[in-house]
């Protein structure tokens, strides 16, 4: 049966730093839901109640768009192989950007990784754990290199543009922030 924890315990941590895979929930009262899987080793816990990770360039900047009208955020893992348990962190998200004050400090937490873009900051409120008894049980293969080689041949202003292109409004129209004071 599902439990709820006012914050992360260590037991929370643990898991969290053995998954490769996590997944982020976002939306507005007039907007899609998004729903992402994320990876590449992009997720630090910086205390029990926060974790931020590394957002890398992708098709759209939904996150970024619904956490700037919104700030509502629900990250989730679930284990594909040992004992089954899904978690999940629920609270208030919010982008920063290398242009903010607080990009230098939070920065330092994350391994250099291909197109990154920005950095999602969870507070945390509250922390879900369930069962997960009807996952499947997957075998990790490794990462993928597609997102390092397209970014890499994209390089520094071919990503730009690309964010001035792509990223700069939610597929609802609503804006991200992404160039704002850059």
Known sequence: ??????????????FIAAQKLFFTATGTADSRLNLSPKGMDSLRVLSDTCV???DLTGSGNET??????????????CSFDTDPLILRLYGRGRAVRRQDAAWGELRRHFPALPGERQLIVLDIESVQTSCGYAVPMYAYQG???TLARWA???????LLDYWRE?????????????????
Do not use: C
Not at 1 to 14: G, I, N, T, V
Not at 64 to 77: E, I, N
């Open 1 to 14: 049966m599902a439990r709820f924890y006012p914050a992360l315990d260590a037991r929370h941590r643990e």
């Open 52 to 54: 931020a990770y590394l």
């Open 64 to 77: 970024a768009a619904h956490l700037k009208h919104d700030g509502r955020m629900t990250l989730m893992w």
């Open 143 to 145: 990462e993928r290199d």
């Open 152 to 158: 890499d041949k994209k390089g520094a202003v071919g």
């Open 166 to 182: 792509k990223n700069q409004a939610s597929i609802d129209g609503l804006p991200t922030g992404l160039l704002e004071d850059a």
